[in-house]
């Protein structure tokens, strides 16, 4: 087989003497195979096999060329066929991803293959894919910049009077005016005290003069996301708001000068945390998590993470404060881990700007 990535995961699963996978994850789909429809996918050492129904075999065959694509009918669900396409092939043990899969298919896979032995695939996948090629860090670097000429475009909208909601629909529409295939993720608009929680769904409260807004905003192109988080000022603000914003930015600037090669997660997580602590600031959430096909990919950078970092991963650097009743600040960007250190994919400015 010529695909350089389904080969890399069948020498991932060799070690587990696992000869084929069945991959219903649209990510992990999209990235072995190019298929982006509905259904799944089976891997093994003869080649993949899209199974799908009437509606999406012609855009399969389109989508994944160098895939067999075999359609459901009445009565034939796609793990009947996925189970025979794993007998032809002479899989005997096949990996599923056990993140994923829900017990009603992993029991119908396992009833039409009784003779097939099944173990999690343990994110063998996601592994893979933490390291990013150039085709794809040209697209994330792509959506990066279509979410900082559309945090740009709408920083004049952002006056007393708007609502957080009209502020994620325009970046959203601008998203779209500006080439974006949609959103990376749900957009975070946070005014005023909302800006206390770090998931602030975008709602009717209306911006004053004296608040910080966090906006937490990505764009999406060829399927790749972009991930950036900028606090803007309206009005004159508190010292403490301001001594909250320059706490953070100097984490987040910390924080980027640790991300390199070889660093480990949880010890770039402490840049960051250990210096707001000594401010006497806490945030409860990781520093940052992998982007690429999915919004949250590994490696992570958090408390608990072993992760080595590598050439070509891309991750965020999103350090946080968040005082209940008060007000909440973050500030994120995407950045690529290269040879020798990093480069940020964010050109949007982190100083302070003040509406």
Not at 68 to 92: C, D, Q, T
Not at 134 to 144: F, K, L, N, R, S
Not at 200 to 210: H, L, Q, W, Y
Not at 258 to 264: D, L, S, T
Request: aromatic content about 4%; charged content about 30%; hydrophobic content about 40%.
């Amino acid at each position: 087989m010529e695909n350089r990535r389904a080969n890399a995961l069948l020498r991932a699963l060799a070690g587990q003497n696992a000869q084929g996978a069945v991959l219903v994850k649209p990510s992990n789909v999209r990235w072995l195979s190019g298929y982006m429809g509905e259904g799944l996918l089976v891997l093994t050492e003869k080649g993949m096999t899209v199974v799908t129904d009437f509606r999406y075999v012609e855009a399969a065959e389109k989508q994944a060329p160098g895939c067999a694509v075999r359609s459901i009918a009445a009565g034939v669900p796609h793990e009947k066929i996925a189970a025979e396409v794993l007998h032809e092939a002479g899989v005997k043990t096949a990996a599923f991803e056990d993140d994923v899969v829900t017990v009603r298919s992993m029991r119908a896979l396992t009833d039409a293959s009784e003779r097939i032995a099944y173990e999690p695939l343990k994110t063998r996948p996601e592994k893979l894919r933490a390291v990013k090629d150039a085709d794809e860090i040209a697209a994330i670097e792509e959506a990066c910049g279509i979410s900082c000429k559309a945090f740009e475009r709408i920083l004049e909208k952002i006056r007393p009077g708007v609502t957080e909601r009209e502020i994620a629909f325009a970046l959203e529409d601008e998203f779209r005016a500006l080439g974006a295939e949609g959103t990376a993720f749900e957009t975070i608009v946070a005014a005023g005290e909302n800006g206390s929680l770090p998931h602030a769904i975008p709602g009717s409260r209306v911006i004053e003069n004296g608040m910080l807004v966090t906006m937490d905003f990505g764009a999406r192109v060829r399927g790749y996301c972009s991930d950036m988080t900028r606090t803007v000022a309206v009005g004159k603000i508190s010292d403490e708001q301001k001594r909250v914003y320059d706490s953070v930015l100097e984490a987040h600037l910390r924080a980027m000068e640790a991300i390199r090669p070889g660093a480990v997660g949880r010890d770039v997580d402490e840049v960051a945390r250990g210096y707001l602590r000594s401010c006497g600031y806490e945030f409860g959430h990781s520093l940052g998590h992998g982007v690429g096909l999915d919004i949250h990919e590994e490696p992570r950078l958090s408390t608990r993470s072993d992760d080595v970092l590598e050439p070509g991963n891309v991750v965020t650097d999103e350090p946080g404060v968040y005082l209940p009743g008060k007000c909440g600040c973050r500030i994120e960007d995407s950045v690529l881990v290269t040879k020798d250190g990093c480069r940020s994919l964010i050109p949007a400015a982190k100083e302070l700007i003040t509406l």
